[in-house]
């Protein structure tokens, strides 16, 4: 288990330490990254068939253990090793000759690397402050990579990102503060306390009303992060001035992390305090957040914040999902792996579009299909996954968290949801109708070689067709197990 | 494994080997080709497996459990209803398959004929599961399948930008019909976890009378956005001219008939069928659309429109004969209901023979004249001579016009209308005459309309270049033209033949079922139970044959003597196409005397010669007919919605102290949730 | 454990909330730049407080390392970043002066009602300060958001966690020490970040007004 | 056997009684407007002319111009072999009913419409537009006036109304009847090309409804549509006159039986054309665009005999 834990988290840690190291930037550094985090792929897959084999992994001593990896854990892991893997093989023609360029790409290897392991932290250790450090830590190294280019809008969008988003978590620090505060409260100063094992394990003895103000906290702190409305206002100019492969692990996984951190307390909480609770919370910023999220792509003209609005309607909808109980619970789990694939693909082939139209504007990207057919395909099935059409596999999430809105007798959310899902698929399907097809602009070179770039995405595809059509059984186990993190 | 399940995997996989090695085709060329083989593999595939479940009534069931097995798994059941569909679908995509071979052929090195090869047969995998599916998660599945490649077969032309609004167009809609479907099927299945049809039939009995009228609200929007009745039909006129020719016979023949398949499984199959009131808004919703389809196919002058029109009509039509039969079922007269329901389904299968036939017919002609303005056609009729033949029986099929088969269907709609005289309450029976007016009158608007299709389209002399250098298409084209013109006649004339096996399907759908043996009818005549009506196409047929043989005879034999001269012109002496009757002046009448419904508006301007009035330079009509329930139902909504997205728009102002004091409103307010919630 | 550590408390918190009301109240940044530097003293010195009252050793190491960090080298890049950009004033921020001054009361009172049921929950001689640590919070939250210089909101953000150390403090007697050096780590990390972007932002934009910072819609 | 009989006898008897209908209404007309006219039986002579003379066909013309003429003349002799004329077969078997022969009278209209459009002659298209709008418009209203009789008859099959009339001669004399056979007349003046909706004497092009579709016709062709024509005419008037007064009819192949019904036909049929003859004197032709408001009203007057009928039973 630590050998596994070890080759998890070591290599992105190496491979920043690396990019310190090596000055100037050398290919190979990326290369090294590159196969570092492919290391730690497999060493999340080895997990995930760990935690499945044997249950939840933690080290001897289970209540000051500062490691423990469950299903939830291990799917979260999956996600950004998977997103950051194929990020990074995306990653190593962004080199380019000249001197600066250089510089900023040892930069962003560092800074990448960095952002991998703190992510790939807050989802295994079991010491909930430590989570917020780590999550906290997240903020920082990614905020450093968005304004890699200097320029008025990145420079913007990152203060706005560093500092609602430091607010925000500080905010969720008062949230542990307090609910540590109530456990110490009850049961002393015990060895461990702050892991949320034990948490929970004390929940049923702990107070509610305490509990309940410092998840009111925790919802906002997290929800911050993780782009629940009305929070997520720096989501929207930090993806799109970001580089897209910072893009692509920020809004497929980052969100995701945070996401979980949520989904952790609520276990917590919900030990002491009845479901209904955290569920009402979650479901009203979730629905807000699809709102806002659905209506902010109605008029949109770039296409980078048009995806980024689309986080935060999923987000909304993995929110609502979580408070659908378990059924809901495995479809918002399913939708968070869905989408980070989903989301990264699409910002990803966003990155080439903006490469090559040199613009984020809808409007002024015509002809996509016929100048870049490949990236214009791949963006569109991209899109097309994340409106919710079949064979790609938002579509089952989509289809369950209705099913579960539905058999839990919340007719209303269905009826919403379904409504802003159609929006936002209309408004989506506009825009992806006005870039696709038309004359390509005069400046714009017409013609793209099928590169290994491609290939990448295409395998994309390929998980995302598969988890549609099959959702193969190991994993809906492993995510039918990772229920029982958020849902005990 | 038995036949049928061998059958419908030969199905699965010509269809999923014809999407893939159309997609990795070297030429274009043969991409066109590959597509057709894996359509044409597919299609016999399905049909072989529709004609054994008919034929043995033994359903064919084939269940992949592992596959998505958090959403119930993929669950295949084709019953002798489902076959029929089936059967419907590959009757109209083998020909239209091999049709499209040469007919994309001017679409070479213009558009990615892989991507539509992968589409083509994806839709038509999709189209050809619908009436398998037997769970919610494989229904839906298979039903979005058919809607996300339909949109990018919609989109085949999409350098053009009215291509590209309809398809918009289309989306939307057909994704509407996804987010009402959901809930209905999910209604039904509330509070169980099962979601196979087999679990939901035996749920749909004990659901309360609000779930049920809930689940028949939603069911009607969700398939009638499909199936294209008023009001929802708006997407049909738009995408069915936009697409490749035979993707609409497809679309318009046999996609729009899931949707009339849908509102029999899951109202009349897993309800087992509702209160008369049903029947009421059933019929009342078929007769508008009949009316309201017709009326606009008239005012419309692009061939491939004036077609889509009409496929709301006959949906209509299809949906009268529902709901007659729904009415009569609910009050207890179950053997006259069948007439209704026989006739539906009837209608059903013709509408998709004559439909796909008309269709390609204009194909054909598009592909010739490149336009598909009747004000620009003419006199096709010496030019592609076996085209017009099969557009003017295809014409007269949907005309309505003894003895083809749109006659024998809308002659089982009128009976089961008539039979509404048995029912004792006034109230109800009062719905039938109303609709009878409606649906002559639709039909004598049909007749109208297809006069005007016919004859300014093919006859007299060509108004341009374009069609005056169209020469007869290929003979593959004309072939399948053929086979489905055969079908309309075929169908007709053996129509009381094929609506005895009709009236087999339905009698093993619960709430179809008339419960009780029904009298075996001849083979010659269509009748109705319990009454005396009936009518035999083929004698019509044989006698309307032996007359105009015997008067051709006697004309002949007394020496007819022909010559051939100009048409009378008024004195001048050369006729020219400008003398001809246009689309828009056969229409005139009739815009005038629906005037109210049409609300057109004229724009009248005239030049006068600056030194005197009495003196014209020009003179400018322009009239333009926009249907105004677009203005009604989504006017206001797409304005809503850009209304509240300019609303949210302007919570992301740029300021930063803004956002953070939402961060703290947003605290405050969860606290105080909190604090309440204590 | 007797009057005397509940008064020490009180007195401390009530300290720290003063600072921060008094951002609030002046409005040269050199002046917020001592405002918070006694912020940190108070800080320190009540956890050195707690400390010697809960005869938690480890306190004591958390004391220093808040003197050091927060009470010395912050301040002091502080001031260096101050002097470099002049000393540019909250001429106008968005709430003036008396009124920051009303909404900040009504926070205080805001925070007491909060704090009124959980400080039922516990004996801790300490439980008066929990209001008080809320309120603190909630004045730098209104510190961020209604001033406008990049400067100032850093601090106000300092505050914040300075609110969150003594929220720690008072109601758990710290947290592990563990957890400490993470946080500690972060802010500083933190910190140093903000000030880089802040350089970031003086060179793009020749100003430190936030206001500037307006580009980016819908 | 009967029902043989009908097939082949009763078009015959009706083909040769139809052009002396129309004749007979000419006459009748002339004399009303103290003229002294041809005789009623000058169509007799004017078909034989027409069917010795060549035949002028268009350039532009297909094969849809020449197939036309049989089918109008095709189509009506089937439907006179479906109507109760003289005889009214015991067995209810023949080829259709009600609707059958209405939808056969429309495909006869559809093939004239079209062969109107096949010349190319801006009257022909205008002759072709106006019919098909009177014949839209006038479908509700027949399918109508069928329904009020095959209420109280149960079925839409002739034989079976004929006979439900004579059970029951009482129900003949209510409102329902009665409104449906006004209803019905009003549109066999439409759909035949009477005043006041069309003028069938008319040379003048732009008043023109039938007339204009057939004006490219010569020779035998146009004899057969003549006849065709008269044939519709005769039809028409035998199911207002035996659908409502059903007394008379055969019900038998016995000679006496079927004489009488001949005579009675030939009565019925002579009164109806002299009401034609009365009214085409009386009444002017009304503008086309005003034909709608005549047609609604007979609609009117169809659903309240359908309504009266649901309230009477």
């Known amino acids: 288990m630590s050998l596994i834990l070890a080759v998890l988290l070591a290599p992105p840690l190496g491979a920043s330490s690396l990019a310190i190291l090596v000055r100037p930037y050398r290919r190979f550094v990326g290369w090294v990254s590159t196969i570092g985090v492919a290391l730690s792929l497999a060493a999340s897959i080895a997990l995930c068939t760990t935690v499945m084999g044997a249950g939840p992994q933690q080290e001897a001593v289970p209540a000051t253990a500062l490691w423990r990896v469950d299903a939830l854990s291990a799917l979260l892991a999956l996600c950004v090793t998977l997103v950051a893997l194929v990020a990074m093989l995306l990653g190593q023609r962004a080199g380019h000759p000249d001197r600066e360029e250089l510089a900023r790409t040892r930069y962003f290897w560092i800074f990448t690397n960095a952002f991998v392991f703190t992510m790939l932290i807050a989802v295994t250790i079991q010491n909930v402050a430590l989570m917020w450090v780590a999550i906290e830590a997240t903020t920082i190294t990614s905020a450093m990579v968005i304004p890699l280019t200097r320029t008025k809008a990145s420079v913007e969008a990152s203060w706005k990102y560093l500092l609602i988003c430091s607010v925000g978590i500080a905010l969720a620090f008062a949230g542990t503060v307090l609910a540590y505060f109530d456990f110490v409260a009850t049961a002393g100063e015990v060895p461990g306390a702050l892991n949320w094992t034990v948490l929970r394990g004390a929940a049923p003895s702990l107070h509610p009303p305490l509990l309940q103000l410092a998840f009111a906290f925790l919802l906002i702190g997290y929800g911050t992060k993780a782009g629940l409305a009305p929070m997520h206002t720096w989501l929207p100019d930090a993806h799109a001035e970001a580089p897209s492969l910072v893009s692509a692990l920020m809004s497929g996984v980052l969100l995701a992390v945070a996401m979980y951190a949520i989904g952790r307390w609520k276990a917590v909480v919900d030990a002491a305090v009845d479901p209904s609770f955290t569920n009402r919370l979650l479901m009203g910023f979730g629905v807000v957040s699809v709102v806002v999220g659905t209506f902010s792509l109605v008029i949109q003209r770039h296409y980078k914040r048009m995806l980024a609005y689309s986080s935060v309607e999923h987000m909304g909808l993995v929110s609502i999902g979580l408070a659908l109980g378990p059924l809901g619970a495995f479809a918002a789990l399913l939708h968070t792996m869905n989408h980070a694939v989903a989301k990264s693909l699409s910002f990803l082939a966003a990155g080439r579009i903006l490469h090559r139209y040199d613009t984020t504007e809808i409007g002024k990207v015509t002809g996509l299909l016929r100048v870049m057919p490949w990236t214009g395909a791949l963006f569109a099935i991209g899109i097309l996954a994340l409106v919710g059409l079949p064979p790609f596999g938002l579509f089952v999430s989509e289809f369950l968290l209705v099913r579960a809105a539905v058999v839990t007798g919340r007719f209303w959310v269905a009826g919403l949801v379904l409504v802003l899902l159609l929006t936002a698929f209309t408004s989506l399907v506009h825009h992806l109708n006005r870039m696709l097809y038309g004359e390509p602009p005069p400046a714009v070179t017409v013609g793209e070689r099928r590169d290994w770039s491609v290939t990448v995405l295409a395998v994309s595809v390929g998980m995302l067709i598969v988890l549609g059509v099959t959702l193969p059984r190991p994993v809906a186990a492993l995510i039918t197990q990772s229920v029982r993190g958020v849902i005990p | ?678 | 454990m007797g009057g005397a550590f509940s008064q020490l408390v009180m007195l401390g918190s009530s300290g720290m909330l003063l600072t921060a009301l008094i951002v609030l109240w002046r409005k040269g940044v050199p002046a917020y730049i001592t405002a918070y530097r006694w912020q940190s003293w108070l800080l320190a010195a009540l956890t050195a407080t707690v400390g010697y009252y809960g005869g938690d050793g480890q306190l004591y190491w958390v004391a220093a390392l808040l003197l050091g960090l927060k009470g010395v080298a912050i301040p002091a890049l502080l001031r260096t970043m101050q002097r470099r950009f002049g000393t540019e004033r909250e001429a106008t921020p968005y709430v003036n002066t008396e009124v920051s001054l009303l909404i900040a009361s009504v926070l205080v009172v805001f925070a007491y009602l909060l704090g009124r049921p959980w400080m039922a929950l516990t004996q801790l001689p300490t439980r008066q300060g929990l209001p008080l640590a809320m309120s603190v919070l909630f004045v730098s939250l209104f510190i961020i958001v209604s001033r406008k210089k990049a400067i100032t909101q850093v601090i106000g953000f300092l505050m914040l966690e300075n609110a969150i150390a003594l929220l720690a403090v008072v109601g758990t007697f710290g947290v592990p020490l563990l957890v400490e050096f993470g946080v500690f780590l972060d802010a500083l990390m933190g910190f140093l970040v903000m000030q880089i972007f802040i350089y970031h932002i003086h060179d793009t934009f020749d100003t430190l007004d936030v206001d500037a910072l307006a580009r980016l819609r819908h | 056997m009967s029902r043989y009989v009908v097939l082949v006898v009763q078009p015959l008897v009706a083909l040769a009684l139809a052009p002396g209908l129309v004749g007979f209404v000419r006459w009748l007309k002339a004399r009303l407007q103290s003229r002294r006219g041809a005789p009623p039986w000058q169509p007799y002579f004017e078909i034989r002319k027409l069917f010795g003379k060549e035949a002028v066909v268009s350039h532009t013309a297909s094969w849809i111009f020449r197939a036309t003429p049989f089918v109008v003349f095709g189509t009506s002799v089937v439907v006179a072999s479906l109507v109760p004329l003289i005889l009214v077969p015991a067995s209810p078997l023949v080829a259709g009913d009600v609707f059958a022969a209405v939808y056969l009278l429309l495909l006869g209209t559809f093939f004239l419409a079209l062969a109107g459009l096949d010349t190319g002659s801006p009257f022909g298209g205008m002759g072709a537009s106006r019919e098909m709008t009177v014949v839209a418009l006038t479908e509700p209203t027949v399918a109508l006036s069928i329904v009020a009789l095959a209420l109280s008859a149960g079925s839409t099959n002739f034989s079976q109304i004929v006979a439900r009339t004579i059970a029951e001669p009482a129900a003949a004399l209510g409102p329902g009847h009665l409104l449906a056979f006004i209803a019905l007349f009003v549109v066999t003046l439409a759909e035949t090309g009477r005043l006041p909706v069309d003028n069938p004497s008319t040379h003048l092009e732009l008043t023109m409804i039938h007339e204009a579709m057939v004006l490219e016709y010569s020779g035998p062709y146009l004899a057969l549509i003549e006849w065709g024509s008269a044939l519709k005419l005769l039809v028409f008037l035998a199911l207002a006159a035996n659908l409502f007064i059903p007394w008379g009819l055969a019900f038998a192949l016995a000679p006496g039986a079927l004489a009488i019904g001949l005579a009675s036909a030939i009565v019925k049929l002579g009164a109806l054309a002299a009401t034609i003859a009365v009214l085409e004197t009386r009444v002017a032709k009304l503008r086309l665009f005003r034909v709608p408001e005549l047609l609604s009203a007979s609609f009117v007057l169809a659903l309240l005999a359908v309504m009266s009928t649901f309230l009477v039973r």
């Open chain 2, 1 to 678: 494994m038995a036949f049928g399940t061998v059958a419908l995997l030969v199905m699965a996989v010509g269809y999923t080997l014809g999407a893939v090695l159309s997609l990795v085709a070297r030429s274009d060329r043969a991409a066109r080709v590959l597509t057709a083989v894996g359509a044409v593999v597919g299609g016999a595939g399905g049909l072989a497996a529709a004609v054994s479940v008919l034929a043995t009534r033994v359903s064919v069931d084939a269940v992949l459990p592992t596959a998505v097995s958090a959403a119930g798994g993929i669950v295949i059941r084709l019953d002798p209803l489902g076959a029929f569909f089936l059967a419907l679908i590959t009757a109209v995509s083998l020909p239209a398959a091999v049709y499209g071979t040469t007919y994309m052929a001017e679409y070479d090195g213009r558009c990615s004929l892989r991507v539509f090869g992968l589409m083509f047969n994806a839709f038509l995998l999709g189209m050809s599961v619908v009436p398998c599916a037997a769970n919610i998660f494989t229904f839906v599945m298979a039903w979005e399948l058919m809607a996300v490649s339909s949109y990018f077969l919609v989109m085949t032309e999409s350098e053009n930008s009215e291509t590209r609004q309809a398809g918009l167009w289309y989306a939307a809609m057909t994704h509407l019909g996804l987010v009402l479907l959901l809930p209905m099927f999910f209604l039904i299945a509330a509070g169980h976890e099962a979601t196979a049809f087999v679990d939901l039939r035996a749920y749909g009995a004990t659901l309360t009378a609000g779930t049920r009228t809930a689940v028949f609200l939603l069911a009607l929007t969700a398939f009638g956005s499909k199936a294209g009745i008023v009001p929802l039909h708006v997407w049909l006129p738009r995408a069915h001219p936009a697409a490749p020719s035979h993707v609409s016979a497809l679309m318009s023949g046999v996609m729009i008939k899931l949707g009339i398949y849908g509102l029999i499984r899951v109202l009349f199959d897993l309800l087992g069928g509702g209160p008369a009131w049903w029947g009421g808004v059933l019929l009342a919703v078929g007769s508008i659309s009949a009316l309201l389809g017709v009326l606009y196919a008239l005012v419309e002058h692009d061939l491939k429109r004036l077609l889509a029109y009409h496929s709301v009509e006959n949906i209509g039509i299809i949906l009268i004969g529902l709901g007659a039969g729904s009415l009569l079922h609910s009050v207890g007269l179950r053997t006259l209901a069948v007439i209704g329901w026989t006739g539906a389904l009837f209608h059903t299968l013709n509408h998709a023979c004559f439909k796909g036939l008309l269709f390609l017919g204009a194909g054909s002609v598009k592909q010739q004249t490149h336009t598909g303005n009747m004000e620009e056609l003419g006199g096709l009729i010496t030019r592609m001579p076996q085209t017009a033949l099969y557009f003017l029986v295809g014409s007269a099929a949907i005309a309505a016009l003894p003895p083809l088969n749109g006659f024998a269907s809308e002659w089982l709609v009128f009976q089961s209308l008539l039979a509404g005289a048995h029912i004792s309450r006034p109230e109800i029976a009062a719905g039938f005459p109303i609709a009878v007016g409606m649906l002559a009158l639709t039909s004598g608007l049909a007749a109208a309309c297809f006069v005007k299709a016919f004859g300014i389209s093919f006859l007299a002399m060509p108004r341009s270049d374009h069609a005056a250098q169209a020469r007869e298409c290929h003979w593959s084209m004309r072939a399948m033209m053929l086979v489905l013109a055969g079908g309309c006649v075929v169908l007709g004339l053996a129509a009381p033949w094929v609506t005895r096996g009709m009236s087999r399907i339905i009698d093993g759908v619960p709430g179809l079922s008339a419960g009780e043996p029904i009298p075996p009818s001849s083979s010659l005549w269509l009748t109705v139970p319990s009454s005396s009506a009936q009518v035999s196409p083929l004698l019509l047929a044989v006698l309307l044959g032996a007359i105009t043989v015997a008067v051709l005879g006697a004309i002949h034999v007394g020496g007819l003597r022909v010559r051939r001269a100009d048409t009378w012109g008024c004195g001048r002496i050369s006729q020219t196409a400008r003398m001809e009757y246009t689309a828009s002046a056969f229409a005139e009448p009739l815009r005038r005397v629906f005037a109210e419904v049409y609300q057109p508006t004229q724009d009248l301007s005239i030049s006068m010669h600056p030194e005197a009035r009495y003196f014209i330079q020009s003179i400018t009509y322009t009239s333009h007919v926009v249907p105004w329930f677009e203005h009604v139902f989504y006017d206001p909504v797409i304005r809503a919605a850009r209304g509240l997205a300019a609303q949210t728009r302007r919570l992301q102002a740029g300021s930063l102290h803004l956002y953070l004091l939402y961060v703290v409103a947003a605290l405050v307010a969860a606290l105080a949730c909190a604090w309440w919630f204590q």
